[in-house]
T-cell receptor, first 114, second 118 residues
Framework: ETGVTQTPRHLVMGMTNKKSLKCEQHLGHNAMYWYKQSAKKPLELMFVYSLEERVENNSVPSRFSPECPNSSHLFLHLHTLQPEDSALYLC?????WGGGNEQFFGPGTRLTVL | AQSVTQLGSHVSVSEGALVLLRCNYSSSVPPYLFWYVQYPNQGLQLLLKYTTGATLVKGINGFEAEFKKSETSFHLTKPSAHMSDAAEYFCAVSLANAGGTSYGKLTFGQGTILTVHP
């Protein structure tokens, strides 16, 4: 595997389910990100981890819970989601966290909440 | 704080024609500027970026962009469109100085869908 991978690529869940999204980067980077991409809205940064420490949390509802066990892996745990949470969730990584560092994106997980 | 405005949510060109995608930004400090492309069912891929130095930046696939500080613009161009250029394009800005919780994050525009006609 190369670059940034995300699993699953598609996920359908009910509002009472608990599921997790997984992201893995094979680039030796130290920063990882979760973004939400909804139709007709700009990409929204959700969380940033730098050296496994959360450095940014953009007022994301608690039903989204990130986890970064090491610099190569990032998870997004989901529970009691709402239909408006349906979106494409993108993971990205960069060498360091900071302006000017290119972010490499995974292909995303398409989430549908019924 | 920073923001990005992409003028035109849809742009349509003929194959071989000039591609011009517009991006204006606002930033309280010198910005870093990026253009990303997203093909259907894929993540975003960096086309080019401006950090410092030469204001005309060349990227992949024949694209280039010019940083114009006086106009707060970073428009993306390509002299001759190919069918394979059809995708959604995102302009993004981040602040130049690392430090503080808001520095380092990318703020994206709403995206411009480019359609290329034969």
């Amino acid at each position: 595997e190369t670059g940034v991978t995300q699993t699953p690529r598609h996920l359908v869940m009910g509002m009472t389910n608990k599921k997790s999204l997984k992201c893995e980067q094979h680039l030796g980077h130290n920063a990882m990100y979760w973004y939400k991409q909804s139709a007709k809205k700009p990409l929204e940064l959700m969380f940033v981890y730098s050296l496994e420490e959360r450095v940014e949390n953009n007022s994301v509802p608690s039903r989204f819970s990130p986890e970064c066990p090491n610099s190569s892996h990032l998870f997004l745990h989901l529970h009691t989601l709402q239909p408006e949470d349906s979106a494409l969730y993108l993971c990205a990584s960069s060498q360091r966290w900071g302006g000017g560092n290119e972010q490499f994106f995974g292909p995303g997980t398409r989430l549908t909440v019924l | 704080a920073q923001s990005v405005t992409q003028l035109g949510s849809h742009v349509s060109v003929s194959e071989g024609a000039l591609v011009l995608l517009r991006c204006n930004y606002s930033s309280s400090v010198p910005p870093y500027l990026f253009w990303y492309v997203q093909y259907p069912n894929q993540g975003l891929q960096l086309l080019l970026k401006y950090t410092t130095g030469a204001t005309l930046v060349k990227g992949i696939n024949g694209f280039e962009a010019e940083f114009k500080k006086s106009e707060t613009s970073f428009h993306l161009t390509k002299p001759s469109a190919h069918m394979s250029d059809a995708a959604e394009y995102f302009c993004a800005v981040s602040l130049a100085n690392a430090g503080g919780t808001s520095y380092g994050k990318l703020t994206f525009g709403q995206g411009t869908i480019l359609t290329v006609h034969p």
